[in-house]
């Protein structure tokens, strides 16, 4: 997809006041797609037990299922912005919800093991699409003056559709009686824990109907009547519509079309920026973020949690992430990148540390003694605190701003590819590491989220204040 981050020049208008309500529905609708990302990508957490019951599966087996969405998110980013091009924005949006709704379908009501993990790619190709063409279209169809705070949105809601699939799975629970595999419409719990998307992807496809195509890929196919009208229901009927389109027209033709070979150069395969952003999207994903998302009720549970009580703590996970996200919105432009960073690779670390530490500890009665399971329980907030106010949103805006214009969309493309993968070696490699040794386990974490502070200190530059083209 096109890049979207051009300034806007001077004569560029804001959105007036009576327009501003349809400008944030339209960002609101748009943002669903994040919210069905954020709810697929956690969801899961609540079925881990009973799909490893229900299929009588080991804990390689079990990681691929839960990793494999992740193959899927890979190949839908790799695509989205190709197919968003040729058919459109909106086209993408539905096709995404299309996607989403089959895909809880069919995890809610699997034959088997296998087709369960191919719902699960469907799922993760639609989470694919929706992380792409979310912020693109915000970006483009936001007034420049509000551009910043309708693009958060996206963020925003990530981490309250992992915050509500939790209190959903946690409800659900709880109406079955505590019991992952209890009987629930004729289901098992997990089932309709997984069926339960059905709603806001349902949902998404809806608002989809209801919200403009952006206006830039409408002058890209030549529709300059329908693009000045939506400009006009964005950002006010005035008479410098045709300028606007104009201004459009001619940053999309100054737009360089970035390759994989450009990319190319220094002495390491790749240009040293390029390794910035690649080493960046790694160390955000081998502190073990997604463990706290994916398998943090299978992780309780291992240490003598009781189920439901499991399920609750999963819930202010996500609560105290959506806390640290906010934080990290308001001070991002405020405070810096770096500093951010660097104050989130200290918190990681030391939170990291005292689950390890607490991890130690022999089970006595089948649980963690009783300050150690509490020890724990506050290290593993204070760990997605430190890192939702840090590299959650860090790392998305320096990936956004610090490549040149020559080569920032093909290397946006292959940072994020990094970070999918790296995704997906932590999803997959938990279960199994866990049952290794479970205190090792974090100590790994720690240790990478040690070394980030080092490398944010030598290799990272500060982008806070600067144009994008002072990046090149």
């Known amino acids: 997809m096109t890049s979207t981050t051009q300034a806007p020049q001077s004569g560029a208008r804001t959105a007036h006041p009576e327009h501003l309500g349809h400008v ?37 087996a079990l990681a691929q299922v839960i990793a494999i969405a992740l193959i899927g998110c890979a190949i839908g980013a790799a695509t989205a912005g190709r197919i968003a091009d040729r058919i459109g924005r909106i086209r993408c949006m539905q096709i995404a919800a299309v996607l989403f709704t089959v895909s809880a379908v ?122 000045r009208q939506i400009l006009a229901e964005v950002e006010g009927d005035h008479a410098g519509l045709d300028g606007r389109v104009r201004e459009i027209e001619t940053a999309m033709k100054r737009e360089e079309k970035s390759s994989f070979r450009d990319l190319l150069g220094g002495g390491f395969f790749f240009k040293p920026i390029v390794w910035i952003g690649i080493g960046l999207s790694v ?81 006595v009665g089948g649980k963690l003694p009783a300050t150690q399971g509490w020890v724990a329980l506050i290290a593993a907030h204070v760990f997605v605190l ?34 999918w993968i790296a995704n997906w070696a932590i999803t997959a490699s938990f279960p199994s590491l866990a049952d290794w040794n479970l205190s090792g386990t974090y100590i790994i974490y720690t240790v990478f989220a040690a070394l980030s502070i080092p490398f944010v200190l030598k290799f990272v530059k500060e982008t806070k204040g600067k144009s994008l083209e002072e990046m090149g």
């Open 24 to 60: 944030i529905f339209i960002a609101a609708a748009a943002a669903m797609g994040g919210f069905l990302f954020g709810y697929d990508s956690s969801v899961i957490n609540g079925a881990v037990e009973a799909i490893r019951g229900r299929y009588d599966v080991g804990s390689a």
């Open 106 to 227: 069919g995890s809610a009501l699997p034959f088997a093991l296998w087709d369960l993990a191919l719902w699960r790619v469907v799922g993760g190709f639609a989470i694919g699409m929706a992380s792409v063409i979310g912020p693109a279209y915000i970006a483009e169809v936001a007034p420049p003056a509000y551009r910043g705070r309708l693009g958060s949105f996206q963020q925003a809601a990530i981490v309250v559709g992992i915050a509500i699939s939790q209190l959903v799975n946690w409800g659900l629970l709880n109406a079955a009686g505590g019991d992952q595999r209890g009987k629930l419409m004729g289901l098992e719990a997990w089932q309709v824990m997984l069926g339960v998307m059905v709603v806001p992807a349902v949902l998404y496809g809806l608002l989809s109907f209801a919200i403009p195509e952006s206006p830039r890929f409408l002058i890209s196919v030549g529709k300059h009547d329908r693009a």
């Open 283 to 363: 160390f955000q994903q081998f502190v073990g973020i997604n463990v706290a998302f994916y398998y943090s009720s299978t992780l309780w549970q291992s240490v003598g949690v009781d189920p439901t009580d499991s399920f609750f703590y999963s819930f202010t996970t996500s609560i105290i992430n959506i806390v640290g996200t906010v934080i990290a919105m308001i001070f991002v432009d405020r405070v810096g990148r770096r500093p951010l960073a660097l104050i989130g690779s200290v918190g990681m670390a030391v939170g990291l540390a005292l689950e390890a530490w607490a991890f130690s500890y022999d089970l």
């Open 386 to 419: 430190f890192f939702a106010l840090s590299w959650g949103v860090v790392v998305w805006v320096m990936l956004g701003e610090m490549f040149p214009n020559k080569i920032r969309a093909a290397a946006l493309g292959v940072a994020a590819a990094a970070q």
